[in-house]
């Protein structure tokens, strides 16, 4: 097991992103706790700067190899291009793999959730249309909270408002992992498997540090970790967009998961678009052409409902 310590260097996590500047968002709240067991569990509300909504919401989830980065870094920005849209967006720290071992990030996420819909009414948010968004780790939040819904051992109502849903009703991930086991061997197919020592199947690994235990000895506690072990009718449809040279998630990872959404939820339910060339977290991803047709696909899912 892992212990809580003071994160060390980390190969994943070389430079954290600096701060976002928010600072011409006038109606905002900070660092409002969403549950009370750790300090990482607060949360950010920006709203749009017109309007009494109720708005649509934007959860952002950011990523950090599941052990750095914050809410309120640079990786919120694309979703912040929300508010000109309509959208409130709710950008959530959680806890991590110096903290907290899977699933606690999960149970987080959905607390986070749950607040957002017990909170509406203050916040002018609206708790029927919520959609999950993030890239990397924040890509693989936003996909488990869009396939696990009402699965038990990944909500801890403890941490408050049991009363209410933890389900999203749209998914945008950002080159998000998924099955952890084939990372190392999707990379290899595509030639760009990194050496030794910087390799997901190796005690050192974000994926192995996650779970507390080198993950190739935990198949079991891997696939309770994989968002597609929980694809069932009725999630929520998904945009999932990929780099195809990601040297650290293979978009192997997207195209499986589509694939295997496609085959429960139906086509029309489904987007997956691979960005040629792109690496991962490649610029290309927060371009106002493609944060634009994010946000379209937001629109059509929120809004047209």
Same mark, same amino acid.
């Given at each position: 097991? +892992?212990?809580?310590?003071?994160?060390?260097?980390?190969?994943?996590?070389?430079?954290?992103?600096?701060? $976002?500047?928010?600072?011409?968002?006038? =109606?905002?709240?900070?660092?409002?706790?969403?549950?009370?067991?750790?300090?990482?569990?607060?949360?950010?509300?920006? +709203?749009?700067?017109?309007?009494?909504?109720?708005?649509?919401?934007?959860?952002?989830?950011?990523?950090?190899?599941?052990?750095?980065?914050?809410?309120?870094?640079?990786?919120?920005?694309?979703?912040?291009?929300?508010?000109?849209?309509?959208?409130?967006?709710?950008?959530?720290?959680?806890?991590?793999?110096?903290?907290?071992?899977?699933?606690?990030?999960v149970q987080d996420a959905?607390?986070?959730? =749950?607040?957002?819909?017990?909170?509406?009414?203050?916040?002018? +948010?609206d708790p029927q249309k919520?959609?999950?968004?993030?890239?990397?780790?924040?890509?693989?939040?936003?996909?488990i909270l869009g396939t696990?819904?009402?699965?038990?051992?990944?909500?801890?109502?403890?941490?408050?408002?049991?009363?209410?849903?933890?389900?999203?009703?749209?998914?945008?991930?950002?080159?998000?992992?998924?099955?952890? +086991?084939?990372?190392?061997?999707?990379?290899?197919?595509?030639?760009?498997?990194?050496?030794?020592?910087?390799?997901?199947?190796?005690?050192?690994?974000?994926?192995?540090?996650?779970?507390?235990?080198?993950?190739?000895?935990?198949?079991?506690?891997?696939?309770?970790?994989?968002?597609?072990?929980?694809?069932?009718?009725?999630?929520?449809?998904?945009?999932?967009?990929?780099?195809?040279?990601?040297?650290?998630?293979?978009?192997?990872?997207?195209?499986?998961?589509?694939?295997?959404?496609?085959?429960?939820? *139906?086509?029309? =339910?489904?987007?997956?678009?691979?960005?040629? *060339?792109?690496?991962? $977290?490649?610029?290309?991803?927060?371009?106002?052409?493609?944060?634009?047709?994010?946000?379209?696909?937001?629109?059509?899912?929120?809004?047209?409902?």
């Amino acid at each position: 097991m +892992l212990n809580n310590q003071t994160p060390t260097p980390h190969y994943a996590i070389q430079e954290a992103p600096p701060p $976002a500047d928010t600072s011409h968002i006038r =109606r905002k709240f900070l660092n409002l706790s969403y549950a009370q067991l750790s300090p990482a569990q607060k949360l950010d509300i920006y +709203l749009p700067d017109e309007g009494d909504g109720p708005y649509p919401v934007i959860v952002a989830i950011h990523g950090g190899a599941f052990m750095g980065c914050d809410k309120a870094d640079l990786q919120v920005l694309p979703m912040l291009e929300g508010l000109m849209r309509g959208y409130a967006v709710v950008s959530i720290n959680y806890r991590m793999s110096g903290e907290a071992e899977f699933p606690a990030l999960v149970q987080d996420a959905k607390a986070a959730v =749950r607040w957002v819909r017990a909170n509406a009414r203050q916040y002018k +948010l609206d708790p029927q249309k919520i959609a999950a968004w993030g890239g990397s780790a924040g890509g693989y939040l936003s996909t488990i909270l869009g396939t696990s819904a009402g699965i038990a051992n990944l909500e801890d109502l403890s941490l408050g408002d049991p009363d209410q849903s933890c389900a999203v009703q749209a998914v945008v991930a950002w080159y998000g992992p998924t099955n952890f +086991l084939k990372m190392d061997e999707h990379l290899e197919a595509s030639g760009l498997l990194a050496p030794p020592g910087f390799r997901h199947n190796e005690a050192n690994s974000p994926e192995s540090l996650l779970l507390g235990q080198l993950i190739t000895e935990i198949p079991d506690k891997v696939k309770t970790a994989n968002p597609e072990t929980y694809i069932r009718p009725g999630a929520p449809p998904f945009l999932l967009q990929h780099g195809t040279k990601d040297p650290v998630v293979p978009v192997q990872q997207s195209i499986e998961f589509a694939e295997k959404l496609k085959q429960v939820l *139906g086509e029309n =339910r489904v987007t997956l678009e691979l960005l040629d *060339g792109a690496e991962h $977290a490649d610029v290309r991803f927060e371009t106002s052409e493609n944060v634009s047709r994010v946000l379209d696909f937001l629109d059509i899912h929120l809004k047209s409902a």
